[in-house]
């Protein structure tokens, strides 16, 4: 797919839209929060504001940008095998960021220095009610995708394809990375690299958005369902078999993510364009 040429002023469009959206966002936030309903509920509710003032803001854009937009979800560049892999892309990234997780904890590089905060491993299954969990999946797994990949694949990648891999994929992670919170950025900018390298191969928006999906519904589950607690002793020698198992773990679902966007490219490279 060629470059998509859109002007400065729809590139300052999009990001003050974004920028008006989220600031909404928050202020729903606070509204529903001082309100008493529970944070996560607030998270995920609030957000359902964020398409509708896009799209109130953007109109004039989206319509004329109506050919542009449905070239990037073309029902010919999506197959059971395009989505299949981008799941699994999704689910290996998941695992690799646990095992960083564990292998940190284990090599010390995330325990606390506070002694007195030394806990066992515990780990406990419980999720929240139905309509909770389901409005964090259709909202986090669903609309944040599709919106985060249209607007940083889409059109900030997308306007910079002639400008080659390495610089397109770079900028759209790194716009995409700015609108998270500071403390997720270093995940988040991986994730992005990830996806614009599905969207540079591909030429399509599915897969990028499929993995997107994917890893955002795991989230969801993580922060939801699962209960967790670790912080070991430094010099405890029961450590050393869970930073062996975590490293093998990181090395494997990583070098596996790579050979998966490698057969992506492979095959991007046979398939007829």
Same mark, same amino acid.
């Not at 509920?41 to 449905?70: A, C």
């Not at 999704?90 to 606390?112: D, E, H, N």
């Given at each position: 797919m060629s470059s998509h040429r859109i002007t400065a002023t729809t590139i300052v469009a999009l990001i003050v839209a974004t920028t008006a959206a989220l600031i909404a966002r928050t202020l729903v936030q606070k509204h529903l929060l001082a309100?008493? %309903?529970? /944070?996560? #509920?607030?998270?995920?509710?609030?957000?359902?504001? &964020?398409?509708? =003032?896009?799209?109130?803001?953007?109109?004039? @854009?989206?319509?004329?940008?109506?050919?542009? =937009?449905? /070239?990037?979800?073309?029902? /010919?560049?999506?197959?059971? $095998? =395009? /989505?299949?892999?981008?799941?699994?892309?999704?689910?290996?990234?998941? &695992?690799?960021?646990?095992?960083?997780? #564990?292998?940190? @904890?284990? #090599?010390? =590089? %995330? $325990?606390?220095?506070n002694t007195s905060e030394i806990m066992p491993f515990a780990l406990a299954f419980h999720c929240p009610p139905v309509i909770e969990i389901g409005l964090g999946l259709v909202v986090m797994a669903a609309i944040v995708p599709l919106i985060e990949e249209t607007f940083n694949r889409g059109y900030i990648q997308g306007a910079l394809r002639d400008r080659g891999f390495a610089l397109s994929v770079f900028v759209g992670a790194t716009v995409f990375t700015i609108f998270h919170t500071y403390a997720s950025w270093p995940f988040v900018f991986v994730a992005g690299l990830l996806f614009g390298t599905q969207y540079w191969i591909a030429g399509s928006l599915w897969p990028s958005l499929i993995t997107h999906a994917t890893i955002n519904g795991l989230i969801q589950i993580d922060w939801r369902c699962v209960n967790g607690q670790w912080s070991p002793k430094a010099d405890s020698p029961d450590l050393v078999l869970p930073a062996m198992v975590a490293s093998a773990s990181l090395i494997a679902s990583s070098l596996a993510i790579l050979f998966l966007i490698n057969r992506m490219a492979t095959g991007a490279r046979i398939a007829p364009r």
């Open positions: 309100a008493g %309903y529970g /944070a996560a #509920f607030v998270s995920d509710l609030s957000y359902l504001v &964020v398409p509708f =003032i896009l799209f109130m803001l953007l109109f004039p @854009i989206w319509n004329s940008e109506k050919r542009y =937009i449905k /070239a990037q979800f073309r029902r /010919a560049d999506l197959s059971w $095998r =395009i /989505a299949l892999r981008a799941i699994t892309i999704g689910v290996l990234f998941r &695992v690799a960021w646990w095992s960083q997780l #564990f292998a940190g @904890i284990s #090599f010390g =590089i %995330y $325990r606390t220095p």
